[in-house]
């Protein structure tokens, strides 16, 4: 045992010495949680960076306080689309003039989920989505069904795994107006193969959307190779924006002035400030827009797509395959013999950036590692998630915190 943990110690120490983004750790706040040995939280909540605090100070002082209401016509309408073009070319894959920053996950969800629905031809009454998607797709698109009369087509998928293609093939059809998906399930880390589902959905004559909200800033996406019609996702997580960050919508440019989104207010019209009659929407994914942007909101935003722009998401990537496998190994050598078993795929291309450990007793030894300073994530019924944040996490502090886990698990 002893040996072992040397070994581990040792090896984590290498990974960390040949790391190219060892160094970016250090422009975290890392000395603000006193107590807290290993945040394997990252995904959920992203850690602030030093530049956030600076910056929020300095948009106080001198853009806010400093423009006042000048603000607004001297650059913050536009920032909805330019954070939108930043993550579209740093993190999307995707062409300017397609995405927006705005609204919660939530609330884009169900504006672009309503469009792909709305705009569907006569005869395509089904939304497809899958049994394990978040709670939150979920209700969104049942609450859409209820609205609008149609149905929805469930795809049951595995917890462990995810959505797979042949399961898309075979629940698409001519009845198909929308497919809804989770690039990276939130539980297992399962990375679907949006090209192929993206494929099969347009061969049904579908739309398909994908919640990136696990994906951005972890995998890298080529939203406008694969020929994605419509996705959402969060800032908060990977990209670091804060608590409550606001979200992204895109939708691609063969789709703008043709799908309409229902919330239409006056900041996604055409001219708002001619507060004329009717809602002529604004060309583009302007258009995405309902109300005032959250400006201040957006801050922190910039801060983590500057970074993200700057490192760049394919050694992101690789610094993500790294630390999941870690996970794995350590889990394996560590956990296996404590009767934990691993529900994330093997194989590095089927997986993004986090890891989920099962055990009918995790709730509670959840409890005791955040008492421990080890902060993870449980997700029920059983799986304790590790999120493990590449820019931000350290391969010793996966070492730390699946070391505390095994302790705790041995209890
Ligand atoms: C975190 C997450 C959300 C969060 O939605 P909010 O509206 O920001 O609460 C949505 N979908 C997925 C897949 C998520 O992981």
Redesign the pocket.
Known sequence: MTTTTTTWRELAAELDAADPLAGVRDEFLLDSAPGVTAYLDGNSLGRPLRATATRMTAFIEREWGGRLIRGWTEGWMDWPQQLGDQLGRAVLGAAPGQTVVAD????MLYKLARAAVDAAADGRDEIVCDTDN?P??RYVVEGIAAERGCRVRWIETDPDAGITLDQVRAAVGPRTALALF?HVA?RSAHLADAPGITRAVHDAGGLVLF?L??SAGSVELDLDGWGVDLAVG?TY?YLCGGPGAP?FGYLAARHHGVLRQPVQGWMGHADPFAMGPGHTPAAGARALLSGTPPIVAMVPVRCGLDLVERVGMAAIRAKSVLLTRFALDLADDLLAGAGVTVASPRADAERGGHVTLRRPDFRAVNDRLWEAGVIPDFRAPDGIRLGLAPLSTSFAEVLEGVQVLAREAGR
């Open positions: 919660s996950t939530t609330v978040f939150t797709d989770s939130y919640d909200s696990h969060c997580k979200a």
